[in-house]
């Protein structure tokens, strides 16, 4: 019963290289989410897609990318990475269809990312 | 494990206590509530839910209240357990959106 999988674990990166971190679900849900955690704030939204093949910005999608490879797998990228970039990382998923949600998203364990 | 939160407001309960959370949301467009648990190192798990057409929902040992008028959302947990330590935190979700609205949490330690 794995959830929401994500790897690596950690990473640390230097200046203005890029890497990409995956993330898998095995709940079969339509939505899925990339959040960054950083001290003193609440969860912000980089990127989400709303279902296979579509994908949106959320608040902070400034240097990343993502792709939604298909129903179970969402992945972010980072082209060039910045030490401003250093933060942990999560995914989610929900059930949400439509233009709405009103579903709990579900998380994975987070990405470790340092940017030197 | 990173701290999420250098200077989370912290709350400190006798074990067998009753504890309670509190959250205050931003948005009056919201119309669904969510509580978390996030453990160091681990990733939020969800709690219990809420939808605006209720004040209050039951699970196992917790209870969650909603008050749209002074827009305040609380978590109730029953005899707090060592397990129950973490950091909590709500999240609002606009209506008709995929956009949540975090909050930064409170640390709950519970004392042996």
């Known amino acids: 019963n794995a959830g929401v999988t994500q790897t690596p674990k950690f990473q640390v990166l230097k200046t203005g290289q890029s890497m990409t971190l995956q993330c898998a679900q095995d709940m079969n849900h339509n939505s899925m989410y990339w959040y960054r955690q950083d001290p003193g704030m609440g969860l912000r939204l980089i990127y989400y897609?709303?279902?296979?093949?579509?994908?949106d910005k959320g608040e902070v999608p400034n240097g990343y990318n993502v792709s939604r490879l298909n129903k179970r797998e969402f992945s972010l990228r980072l082209e060039s990475a910045a030490p401003s970039q250093t933060s942990v990382y999560f995914c989610?998923?929900?059930?949400?269809?439509?233009?709405?949600?009103?579903?709990?998203?579900?998380f994975g364990d987070g990405t470790r990312l340092s940017i030197l | 494990g990173e701290s999420v939160g250098l200077h989370l407001p912290t709350l400190s309960v006798q074990e067998g206590d009753n504890s309670i959370i509190n959250c205050a949301y931003s948005n009056s467009a919201s119309d669904y509530f969510i509580w978390y648990k996030q453990e160091s190192g681990k990733g939020p798990q969800f709690i219990i839910d809420?939808?605006?057409?209720?004040d209050k929902r039951q699970g196992q040992r917790v209870t969650v209240l909603l008050n749209k008028t002074v827009k305040h959302l609380s978590l109730q947990i029953a005899a707090t357990q060592p397990g129950d330590s973490a950091v909590y935190f709500c999240?609002?979700?606009?209506?008709?959106?995929?956009?949540?609205?975090f909050g930064t949490g409170t640390r709950l330690k519970v004392l042996a």
């Open positions: 989610a998923s929900s059930e949400g269809t439509g233009g709405s949600s009103n579903q709990p998203q579900h």
């Open positions: 897609s709303a279902s296979e093949g579509t994908t």
């Open positions: 809420i939808r605006s057409n209720m």
């Open positions: 999240a609002e979700n606009i209506s008709g959106t995929y956009k949540y609205i």
